[in-house]
């Protein structure tokens, strides 16, 4: 059964500060995503990632994808606190090259609060 | 384009009551997938359907069931609902050949 775990679940930090959210999977995806949720909120797609060493940066925000070490992460840059959200990450274990299956599984969130 | 549209917002049931939730997707998308969402089991998947057709399921009881019409639009009907059944319930579209799903806003059901 594929796990995918994700640490730290909770994350406290200051403006200004640097912080890496890790994803770990564990069986082999070429497919992987990155979602943001406010509370009370659906989701955001913020990256997809499709290959091995895939890199994507959107403002504060950057993900990369080491598909040999199973391990993706998603990297926050002098933080700000509109980026206070859960942040999940996803894989697709069924991707067969034609499209996505439409199921992913999630990890368990990461929960960012950014204090001023 | 409009979103992925999810209704209702929120539904209050019983115990032994059935349920069913209406999802319609972005125009052109044929892809809906389904997933439950609780505080003590995360985000699951329930099941995903392309051009009416169901091609995935995941671990849930035979009461969780779904189906799509020929326009794209999905229903997802829940019978003999649990007090566990009480979750969000968020809805996924994608063109199936595009690389993210997109999510509506989601039906919260609370099970009395």
């Known amino acids: 059964e594929l796990k995918v775990e994700q640490n730290p679940l909770f994350l406290s930090m200051q403006e200004g500060k640097n912080y890496t959210i890790y994803c770990n999977y564990s069986t082999t995806s070429d497919r992987l995503y990155w979602y943001r949720q406010d509370p009370g909120k659906s989701l955001e797609s913020l990256f997809v990632l499709l290959s091995n060493g895939a890199v994507k940066q959107e403002g504060r925000l950057m993900a990369s994808l080491d598909t040999k070490a199973r391990l993706s992460t998603l990297h926050i840059t002098a933080a700000v606190h509109d980026l206070s959200a859960t942040y999940f990450c996803a894989v697709d274990p069924g991707y067969s090259g034609s499209g996505n299956t439409g199921k992913l599984i999630f990890g368990q969130g990461t929960t960012l609060q950014v204090k001023p | 384009k409009a979103g992925v549209t999810q209704t209702p917002r929120y539904l209050i049931k019983t115990r032994g009551q059935q349920v069913t939730l209406s999802c319609s997707p972005i125009?052109?998308?044929?892809?809906v997938s389904w997933y439950q969402q609780t505080p003590g089991q995360g985000l699951q998947f329930l099941f995903e359907?392309?051009?009416?057709?169901?091609?995935n399921k995941g671990n849930f009881p035979g009461r969780f069931s779904g189906r799509q019409f020929s326009n794209s639009r999905s229903e997802m009907n829940v019978s003999t609902l649990e007090l566990g059944d009480s979750a969000l319930y968020l809805c996924?579209?994608?063109?199936?050949?595009?690389?993210?799903?997109?999510f509506g806003s989601g039906t919260q059901l609370s099970v009395l």
């Open positions: 125009s052109g998308h044929r892809s």
């Open positions: 996924a579209s994608s063109l199936g050949a595009e690389e993210k799903l997109f």
């Open positions: 359907y392309f051009s009416e057709t169901q091609r």
